[in-house]
């Protein structure tokens, strides 16, 4: 079990950019895939990005692709989300979320989550 707090949201405007932090704490973070998720207002949680415990394979949902770079930092036990070119349509909660094995981009599929950040993105 991995315990995540996320960071970073908050009020930009549109093409701005804007990190987000997810700690993670328990020695076994660096065995974890790690994944963002966001969810908007009265939608669905959307899968966002998923990074392998090494850091060298990533994955990315078709919207985010180009904007969005998932990293991070195993000695630090913390990933990040870098959104550039925000748009008012990437407003929306985001959380973190991990799990053993492989990339997944349902959230069903996870079982640790973080409180969740919010950004907003404004036109």
């Known amino acids: 079990q991995v315990q995540l707090a996320e960071s970073g949201g908050r009020l930009v405007q549109a093409g701005g950019s804007l990190r987000l932090s997810c700690a993670a704490s328990?020695?076994?973070?660096?065995?974890?895939?790690m994944t963002w998720f966001r969810q908007a207002p009265g939608k669905e949680r959307e899968f966002v990005a998923c990074?392998?415990?090494?850091?060298?394979?990533?994955l990315y949902g078709d919207s985010m692709k180009g904007r969005f770079t998932i990293s991070r930092d195993n000695a630090l036990n913390t990933v990040y989300l870098q959104m550039n070119n925000l748009k008012p349509e990437d407003t929306a909660v985001y959380y973190c979320?991990?799990?053993?094995?492989?990339?997944?981009?349902?959230?069903?599929?996870?079982?640790?989550w973080g409180q969740g950040t919010q950004v907003t993105v404004s036109s």
């Open positions: 328990g020695r076994t973070f660096s065995s974890y895939f």
């Open positions: 990074i392998s415990p090494s850091g060298g394979a990533t």
């Open positions: 979320a991990a799990r053993p094995f492989v990339c997944n981009r349902s959230p069903l599929q996870y079982d640790n």
